[in-house]
């Protein structure tokens, strides 16, 4: 029933920034541990960041610093704050919303750890350049 549409994807030259972001419809927002997750030609999909109902987050290591997720409850979106893109961040980027489960939510090495349900965006390509 949730439904999530990606956009601001694109190609941008290394050293440049993206701001992608993430659409919810369809059930309640607000509560859901929400997430990015990238996968790249060849390669496995990986979160990238996430950030909890309370507003806590996580990274995975090589965005740290340069990557930002943020939330807007009230619009019912979810962004992804994309700085000082390097080609290796090149990638189709998914966006992720993880129904509460019957334990706390945690957010580490930037995934929500919950056993509520998952759903799923179609993505949006980021490509990154020289």
């Known amino acids: 029933q949730v439904q999530l549409v990606e956009s601001g994807g694109g190609s941008v030259q290394a050293g440049g920034s993206l701001r992608l972001s993430c659409a919810v419809s369809g059930d309640t927002y607000s509560s859901y541990c929400m997430g990015w997750f990238r996968q790249a030609p060849g390669k496995e999909r990986e979160g990238v960041a996430s950030?909890?109902?309370?507003?806590?987050?996580s990274y995975e290591d090589s965005v740290k610093g340069r990557f930002i997720v943020s939330r807007d409850n009230a619009e019912s979106t979810l962004y992804l704050q994309m700085n000082s893109l390097e080609p290796e961040d090149s990638a189709m980027y998914y966006c992720?919303?993880?129904?509460?489960?019957?334990?706390?939510?945690?957010?580490?090495?930037?995934?929500?750890?919950?056993?509520?349900?998952?759903?799923w965006g179609k993505g949006t390509l980021v490509t990154v350049s020289s």
């Open positions: 950030i909890a109902s309370d507003g806590s987050t």
């Open positions: 992720a919303a993880h129904r509460p489960g019957s334990w706390r939510v945690r957010v580490v090495g930037g995934i929500c750890l919950t056993d509520g349900k998952d759903y």
